[in-house]
């Protein structure tokens, strides 16, 4: 069984739902950071993540989106309830500057656990917080590439605009 990360229990979940440069989102935050960020409602997974919060509507200020999806600065995130193998992996993809990327097998090093590339894999399906942590910075080594949900187009975008920018103007 997967061990969870532990921390005090959360009191509150504020979520909204807002609007992006690629549709709308729904984003849920605790007082330490965010806590989910989906296309879809994402309060089942917040209920398994955090059973003693109460989730409440709430003006969460997503600005921290757009400028993310341009290699950005990321905001806080809140780790709690999810492996302690996804969070050191979400942790160590959020190092990747923009307009670069790591392999699964990379990030398995990063994380000390080499070998795993493919469970860094699977953590990668699974993370709800994108963009707060650029899942699309992570390829496959047999070619540099691979699929990322069901919007790979969306993910060759974002890796393109953040090379353009950080690359090839510099950082």
Not at 73 to 83: A, F, V
Not at 129 to 139: D, E, M, W
């Amino acid at each position: 069984m997967a061990q969870r990360s532990r921390a005090a229990p959360v009191a509150t979940l504020r979520f909204a739902r807002v609007e992006t440069s690629i549709g709308p989102m729904w984003v849920a935050e605790t007082d330490a950071g965010v806590a989910a960020v989906s296309r879809s409602e994402p309060f089942e997974a917040l209920r398994r993540r955090f059973p003693a919060a109460s989730l409440e509507p709430g003006e969460n200020d997503a600005s921290w989106i757009e400028s993310a999806l341009l290699g950005g600065p990321l905001p806080p995130i809140d780790l709690r309830g999810l492996s302690a193998f996804d969070a050191r992996v979400y942790e160590a993809v959020r190092g990747v500057p923009a307009g670069e990327t790591v392999t699964y097998g990379e990030v398995a090093a990063l994380i000390g656990s080499p070998g795993s590339g493919r469970a860094v894999g699977g953590a990668m399906s699974r993370c709800p917080l994108f963009p707060a942590v650029p899942c699309h910075r992570v390829v496959r080594a047999s070619d540099g590439w691979s699929g990322w949900g069901a919007d790979s187009a969306l993910k060759r975008r974002l890796l393109q605009a953040e090379r353009r920018r950080y690359v090839t103007e510099g950082r």
